[in-house]
């Protein structure tokens, strides 16, 4: 992506804390919107939303078994998963 409000062209990064995980807050370059804190867990080798936790990842691996044709939905609390399930 090179355009748009995802785009990190368009946000300063204002704050970084690397200690349990990422700790970050962004700011918008053309409006000055400030994000709140954004939190991200370490699980996997990836940052992951901050409610998914090494010891959740490795419930869901032995618990949880997919099988050809599975689709999984993940989205943050609040933002849109049903939305993404109608979609899909």
Same mark, same amino acid.
């Given at each position: 992506?090179?355009?748009?409000?995802?785009?990190?062209?368009?946000?300063?990064?204002?704050?970084?804390?690397?200690?349990?995980?990422?700790?970050?807050? /962004? %700011? &918008?370059?053309?409006?000055?919107?400030? #994000?709140?804190?954004?939190?991200?867990?370490?699980?996997?080798?990836?940052?992951?939303?901050?409610?998914?936790?090494?010891?959740?990842?490795?419930?869901?691996?032995?618990?949880?078994? /997919? %099988? &050809?044709?599975?689709?999984?939905?993940? #989205?943050?609390?609040?933002?849109?998963?049903?939305?993404?399930?109608?979609?899909?």
């Amino acid at each position: 992506r090179t355009k748009g409000e995802g785009s990190f062209r368009v946000w300063d990064i204002l704050e970084e804390d690397m200690k349990d995980g990422l700790s970050v807050r /962004l %700011r &918008n370059k053309k409006t000055g919107h400030t #994000t709140p804190e954004l939190k991200f867990a370490k699980a996997g080798g990836m940052h992951t939303p901050f409610f998914l936790t090494h010891q959740r990842l490795k419930w869901l691996e032995n618990n949880c078994k /997919l %099988r &050809n044709g599975d689709i999984v939905i993940c #989205t943050y609390p609040k933002c849109g998963t049903t939305w993404a399930e109608q979609i899909v």
